[in-house]
């Protein structure tokens, strides 16, 4: 690459982050600034990069959408036989991460991660659009396949199978919950000084502390 990527760079422009607006409850904050995205950012605003370590110990992301934020955590849905899966299997610890650049924001989510239960999926799984329900039975995720003509015969046959009925929910696709241990809210200011509020979850209490940046 020829470009010279050293001079890309914009300075942050946009409110502060003081202990005093971000409260003591970081599931509370975390819920105003994720409404504040979804006004500010049309593109994706449940967005986050999903990082899993396998058993080798190799980091793994990807971008994956949050589809429910409750009392008991964060929650995504995928297939149970994708490599994802298969890493939280061996080692159920992950994190989240969440970026909004026109708000110059980030958060960060730590944890532990478990599977949902069976209804909380089949219901969300009711939910979706019928071509994503039929790609979810077709899809065999994170299998090699030989083209994109085996995808899409493999849907064609799951859309004559149900045609005008029902999808039903695969056994292996489901639900996660990451429930946080450590969460970080990251505002972008000025000369990079930027706020660094984080939250630690210690005995069921959060205990908050500002990082340098």
């Known amino acids: 690459m020829n470009r010279d990527l050293h001079s890309i760079r914009r300075d942050y422009q946009f409110d502060d982050l003081l202990e005093e607006q971000s409260g003591n409850d970081p599931l509370a904050l975390f819920d105003t600034w994720l409404e504040k995205a979804i006004e ?3 593109d994706d605003p449940t967005a986050m990069v999903f990082s899993s370590v396998d058993a080798d110990g190799w980091p793994h992301s990807r971008v994956v ?5 409750n009392e008991f955590g964060f929650s995504f849905f995928t297939n149970y036989d994708s490599e994802k899966a298969q890493q939280l299997a061996h080692n159920n610890k992950a994190c989240m991460t969440f970026f909004w650049p026109a708000l ?4 960060r989510v730590e944890g532990t991660i478990e599977k949902v239960s069976r209804e909380i999926s089949e219901t969300y799984f009711a939910s979706r659009p019928r071509g994503s329900q039929l790609a979810a039975r077709t899809s065999k995720q994170s299998a090699v396949i030989e083209n994109r003509d085996v995808l899409q015969k493999a849907f064609n046959a799951e859309e004559q199978a149900f045609n005008e009925q029902d999808v039903p929910c695969p056994e292996n696709w489901g639900g996660y919950v990451l429930k946080p241990k450590f969460i ?3 505002q972008g200011r000025p000369s ?3 706020d660094r509020i984080c939250f630690i979850l210690d005995s069921d ?3 908050r502390v500002r990082k340098a940046p």
Do not use: A, D, G, Y
Not at 104 to 107: A, C, D, L
């Open 65 to 69: 959408l949050l589809k429910q934020r």
């Open 205 to 207: 209490q959060w205990i």
């Open 184 to 186: 970080e809210f990251w």
């Open 104 to 107: 110059s924001r980030q958060i």
């Open 40 to 42: 500010v950012c049309p």
């Open 192 to 194: 990079r000084l930027h």
